[in-house]
């Protein structure tokens, strides 16, 4: 197994918009696990108005499906996170110093809106990162105005560990997204990569993104993006 660390899934049942049962949550474990991930993260939404579940629920289905994980796939280690929506609800956790972070660490997985970059982002990670925390911004590739100029990503990457979605990566879907996901990695400007799988049927995808970087950079990239900069990241390091 190459021992991949997946930062960013939705693979907890009826929590979110992704895996809708436990079966389903096996079937993209054990999907993952083939394409060489050792290390899942399941970062369920937070994002006020739209996903809210609550934090001791979230935390009970993930202790249902760790165990189950023990027994029928042993290999692989499930840690809890959570995709933060840049929200109210986000603020007043960071004001409180207890943001769902990874494996109740120093880093935590953030989300922004598409359209319109939240005012002041960068001096707001900039404080944030003061406090020893560490944040993640999920999918950099998906934001309209790292689209137009990447030298916002490279800024926002002084202060926040860049995460594309492998899929991106792959060449399919949005074509702005593809050409931006693949210039931050092939530029050195994203720090990892990973899944985003919400569904079975993102597999293939995730796959070929893996696979792309690999025919791209070579097995050196893959190493550095899915096993030694995801595991910094874990520990709060900004890599
Ligand atoms: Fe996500």
Redesign the pocket.
């Known amino acids: 197994m190459a021992h991949y660390v997946d930062l ?1 899934s ?1 693979l907890l049942p009826g929590l979110d918009d992704g895996a809708d049962s436990l079966a389903t949550c096996l079937s993209m474990v054990r999907a993952l696990a083939e394409m060489g991930f050792s290390d899942l993260c399941a ?1 369920p939404h937070q994002f006020a108005g739209r996903f809210e579940p609550p934090l001791d629920q979230v935390r009970l289905t993930f202790d249902q499906v760790s165990r189950e994980i023990a027994t029928v796939l042993p290999k692989v280690r499930l840690l809890l996170g959570a ?1 933060n929506y840049w929200d109210d609800v986000l603020a007043s956790r960071l004001r409180q110093g207890e943001p769902p972070c990874y494996d109740g660490g120093k880093a935590f997985l953030f989300e922004i809106s598409p359209v319109v970059m939240p005012p002041r982002l960068e001096a707001a990670l900039f404080d944030i990162r003061v406090t020893g925390r560490l944040p993640v911004l ?1 999918h950099p590739e998906r934001y309209l105005a790292v689209q137009r100029n990447p030298a916002v990503a490279e800024s926002l990457g002084r202060q926040a560990a860049l995460l594309v979605d492998l899929a991106a990566l792959s060449g399919t879907g949005d074509r702005a997204e593809v050409k931006t996901a693949r210039r931050l990695v092939e530029e050195g400007m994203a720090h990892a990569a990973a899944s ?1 799988m919400h569904d079975p049927e993102d597999g293939p995808s995730i796959a070929s993104g893996l696979a792309w970087i690999e025919k791209r950079l070579g097995a050196n990239a893959v190493r550095q993006l899915l096993n030694e900069n995801p595991r910094r990241i874990l520990v709060g390091q900004l890599p």
């Open positions: 960013h939705h970062t995709e999920a985003d």
